[in-house]
C-alpha cells in the first residue's frame, strides 16, 4: 500500500468516525473491533500531530483540530472519489467503494439479494450501508456524505431523487387494540392518542403538523425515539401507537404482535426515493449499485 493511500484511508476513517460518533459503532460498519479502530485512530493522530476526537463514555467527540479537520477531510476524500469516478469510468469492470444511507427496513431487501449477486458474479465492489431514520438521512444527504439515500418525500420527488415506489401512512399499535379492527381510520381518530414519533428535523413529522393544524386534531407525541424498532416496541404497549407504514412492520403484523391500519381522510402517501450524492457525479460502481437498488426495491413494494 503507498503512502498516499494509506494517508486516504486513514483520512476516510476519521470522517466515519466522526460522522457516528462511536469507535464501536465504526468498528460494526467496517467489520472489524473497537481495538483495531482506536490503533488506527491513535495512528492518525499521530500522522495529524494532534489529537482528533475526545473520548467520553457514550462515544467520541472532535476536538477543536478535528473540527478544523473534518471539513478539510471530506473536500480531500470528494475529490479523490471525483477522480476515482473519471478513472473508472474508461475501465469494463465498475470498482471501489459505495456508501449507501438507506432506511432499516429497505437495508433488509436489498442486502440478501446484493449477496447473492456477489455470488454470482463477484466483483470489486465494495459496499457500506448505514441505517438511519428518513430525517437523518436527508440532513446526511445534503451534506453529500453518502453516495446512495433512501429516504422518505411527501409530495414531488426533487432534482437527483428517483420514486422507487409508493407508500400509505398507516396507525400502528397491538394486535388486540380494537380501534385498529376496521381496515382504515381516519385521521381525525388520531386526535388525543399517545404516540411515539422520530424526531424533528423529519418530514413525517412536519406532514403531521400541517395535517393536524388544518383538522384541527391534537397529535400528542409522548416519546421520540430515534429509531423504527423503538418506535414498534412502544407501539406495542397498550394504548400506544406510532405512524409508519405498513412493510415496515409486515413481521411483526405475521408474528401477532401488531396490526396496521391505513389512514385516510386525509391519506398520508408516501414516496421512497433514492437520491443521487448532490455535488458530485456516481462513479460506474456506485451508478450500476443504483439501478440494481432500483430494481430490488420496485419488484418488492407496491408501486
Same mark, same amino acid.
Given at each position: 500500500?503507498?503512502?498516499?493511500?494509506?494517508?486516504?484511508?486513514?483520512?476516510?476513517?476519521?470522517?466515519?468516525?466522526?460522522?457516528?460518533?462511536?469507535?464501536?459503532?465504526?468498528?460494526?460498519?467496517?467489520?472489524?473491533?473497537?481495538?483495531?479502530?482506536?490503533?488506527?485512530?491513535?495512528?492518525?493522530?499521530?500522522?495529524?500531530?494532534?489529537?482528533?476526537?475526545?473520548?467520553?463514555?457514550?462515544?467520541?467527540?472532535?476536538?477543536?483540530?478535528?473540527?478544523?479537520?473534518?471539513?478539510?477531510?471530506?473536500?480531500?476524500?470528494?475529490?479523490?472519489?471525483?477522480?476515482?469516478?473519471?478513472?473508472?469510468?474508461?475501465?469494463?469492470?465498475?470498482?471501489?467503494?459505495?456508501?449507501?444511507?438507506?432506511?432499516?427496513?429497505?437495508?433488509?431487501?436489498?442486502?440478501?439479494?446484493?449477496?447473492?449477486?456477489?455470488?454470482?458474479?463477484?466483483?470489486?465492489?465494495?459496499?457500506?450501508?448505514?441505517?438511519? #431514520?428518513?430525517?437523518?438521512?436527508?440532513?446526511?444527504?445534503?451534506?453529500?456524505?453518502?453516495?446512495?439515500?433512501?429516504?422518505?418525500?411527501?409530495?414531488?420527488?426533487?432534482?437527483?431523487?428517483?420514486?422507487?415506489?409508493?407508500?400509505?401512512?398507516?396507525?400502528?399499535?397491538?394486535?388486540?387494540?380494537?380501534?385498529?379492527?376496521?381496515?382504515?381510520?381516519?385521521?381525525?381518530?388520531?386526535?388525543?392518542?399517545?404516540?411515539?414519533?422520530?424526531?424533528?428535523?423529519?418530514?413525517?413529522? #412536519?406532514?403531521?403538523?400541517?395535517?393536524?393544524?388544518?383538522?384541527?386534531?391534537?397529535? #400528542?407525541?409522548?416519546?421520540?425515539?430515534?429509531?423504527?424498532?423503538?418506535?414498534?416496541?412502544?407501539?406495542?404497549?397498550?394504548?400506544?401507537?406510532?405512524?409508519?407504514?405498513?412493510?415496515?412492520?409486515?413481521?411483526?403484523?405475521?408474528?401477532?404482535?401488531?396490526?396496521?391500519?391505513?389512514?385516510?381522510?386525509?391519506?398520508?402517501?408516501?414516496?421512497?426515493?433514492?437520491?443521487?450524492?448532490?455535488?458530485?457525479?456516481?462513479?460506474?460502481?456506485?451508478?450500476?449499485?443504483?439501478?440494481?437498488?432500483?430494481?430490488?426495491?420496485?419488484?418488492?413494494?407496491?408501486?
Amino acid at each position: 500500500m503507498t503512502e498516499d493511500s494509506r494517508d486516504l484511508a486513514g483520512m476516510r476513517l476519521f470522517v466515519r468516525v466522526a460522522e457516528s460518533g462511536s469507535l464501536s459503532k465504526t468498528a460494526q460498519m467496517l467489520q472489524t473491533t473497537q481495538p483495531v479502530i482506536s490503533r488506527r485512530i491513535a495512528a492518525v493522530e499521530s500522522a495529524w500531530g494532534g489529537q482528533l476526537f475526545h473520548r467520553t463514555g457514550r462515544g467520541v467527540m472532535l476536538t477543536e483540530m478535528g473540527e478544523r479537520a473534518l471539513p478539510k477531510a471530506r473536500e480531500l476524500l470528494e475529490q479523490a472519489d471525483l477522480l476515482a469516478a473519471q478513472i473508472s469510468g474508461t475501465t469494463s469492470s465498475p470498482g471501489g467503494v459505495v456508501r449507501i444511507a438507506t432506511l432499516s427496513s429497505i437495508a433488509a431487501l436489498i442486502v440478501p439479494p446484493f449477496l447473492e449477486g456477489l455470488r454470482q458474479r463477484p466483483s470489486d465492489v465494495s459496499v457500506e450501508i448505514v441505517e438511519g #431514520n428518513s430525517g437523518q438521512i436527508e440532513e446526511w444527504h445534503a451534506e453529500g456524505r453518502f453516495d446512495i439515500s433512501i429516504f422518505y418525500r411527501y409530495g414531488r420527488p426533487q432534482q437527483l431523487e428517483t420514486p422507487l415506489a409508493t407508500v400509505d401512512s398507516c396507525l400502528v399499535g397491538r394486535a388486540d387494540d380494537p380501534l385498529l379492527d376496521a381496515p382504515t381510520i381516519s385521521f381525525k381518530r388520531l386526535d388525543g392518542l399517545s404516540f411515539a414519533l422520530p424526531p424533528r428535523p423529519n418530514t413525517t413529522r #412536519n406532514i403531521l403538523d400541517v395535517v393536524s393544524s388544518r383538522q384541527g386534531v391534537d397529535i #400528542n407525541v409522548v416519546i421520540e425515539p430515534a429509531s423504527i424498532h423503538l418506535q414498534t416496541l412502544v407501539a406495542g404497549q397498550k394504548d400506544h401507537y406510532t405512524i409508519l407504514p405498513r412493510f415496515e412492520v409486515e413481521q411483526a403484523i405475521q408474528d401477532g404482535r401488531l396490526k396496521a391500519v391505513r389512514i385516510v381522510d386525509p391519506p398520508l402517501v408516501r414516496i421512497i426515493v433514492a437520491s443521487q450524492a448532490l455535488h458530485r457525479p456516481l462513479s460506474a460502481a456506485a451508478r450500476e449499485m443504483f439501478g440494481f437498488i432500483q430494481t430490488v426495491v420496485r419488484e418488492a413494494l407496491p408501486k
